[in-house]
């Protein structure tokens, strides 16, 4: 069954979380006309997030990390993206010499090894190319949702990150439900790999299916404690790493 029908279900509110969600953007696009990006992830929630931002005509840029490690099925995506809505995906990618020195280094599978080497490839992977994907933005948009992990379940519509660009989150307060009854309704292009039990998509070595009963983001690093389960884009103390650009 596809994820649609796994989950797709109106639930009470949805028409005014829906109707909320797009005014933040409104309002954001307005405010920083010109400097704001979506940093899509190629999820679900980003999708929504892309079908809006079209469907509106919002001034807001689209960009995405290409870490050279994601799945065939997420960067098989991005062409359907830009046809579908007729806009450009910017990919950010890290550097390849960089990259090249940490595998030398560390080997093709160190993220397995520790907590520091998987960091420190998400620090060079996603961190590093982040920096240059928001270099002249004012503001940024995410995906984040309350109910995805314990971590995030106090996310804002709108934050300050560590360099004081405003990081807007349209679809906090949404549900799982909520995420894919729109992705229905609109008839939404998004990653196949949610039709085989990967709610959260991260790069392949990283991702992994999850049965029934799981968390949400058990799939993401699943060999490592729960407090660890983040890559550094969304995590304030992260900062450190990449000049201040994560919160």
């Known amino acids: 069954m ?23 953007l409104q309002v954001a696009a307005l405010e920083h006309r010109g400097r704001i990006v979506q940093a899509t992830s190629l999820g679900a929630e980003d999708m929504v997030i892309t079908d809006m931002i079209a469907r509106h005509h919002l001034n807001i840029s689209l960009s995405t990390l290409d870490t050279g490690r994601l799945h065939n099925e997420s960067l098989e995506l991005i062409p359907r993206i830009e046809k579908h809505y007729c806009v450009e995906v910017k990919r950010f990618a890290p550097p390849s010499e960089s990259v090249l020195h940490f595998v030398r280094s560390h080997g093709e599978s160190a993220m397995y090894r520790s907590i520091e080497l998987r960091k420190a490839c998400c620090a060079l992977r996603k961190l590093e190319p982040l920096v240059r994907m928001l270099d002249g933005a004012s503001a940024w948009v995410t995906g984040l949702r ?4 314990n971590a995030r379940d106090g996310v804002p519509f709108r934050e300050a990150d560590a360099q004081g660009r405003s990081k807007i989150s349209p679809l906090a307060d949404w549900s799982w439900a909520d995420v894919w009854h729109y992705i229905a309704t609109h008839d939404v292009p998004y990653n196949p790999l949610h039709d085989q039990f990967m709610p959260s998509i991260g790069c392949a070595p990283c991702t992994r299916a999850i049965a029934v009963g799981e968390e ?3 799939g993401r690093w699943w060999w490592e404690a729960d407090a660890a389960k983040e890559c550094g884009l969304h995590v304030a103390q992260a900062h450190s790493a990449t000049e201040g650009v994560a919160a």
């Open 216 to 218: 949400f983001r058990s």
């Open 146 to 149: 309350r109910e995805q992990s």
């Open 2 to 24: 596809s994820a649609i029908g796994l989950y797709a279900r109106a639930t009470a509110g949805y028409a005014q979380r829906l109707t909320h969600a797009i005014t933040v």
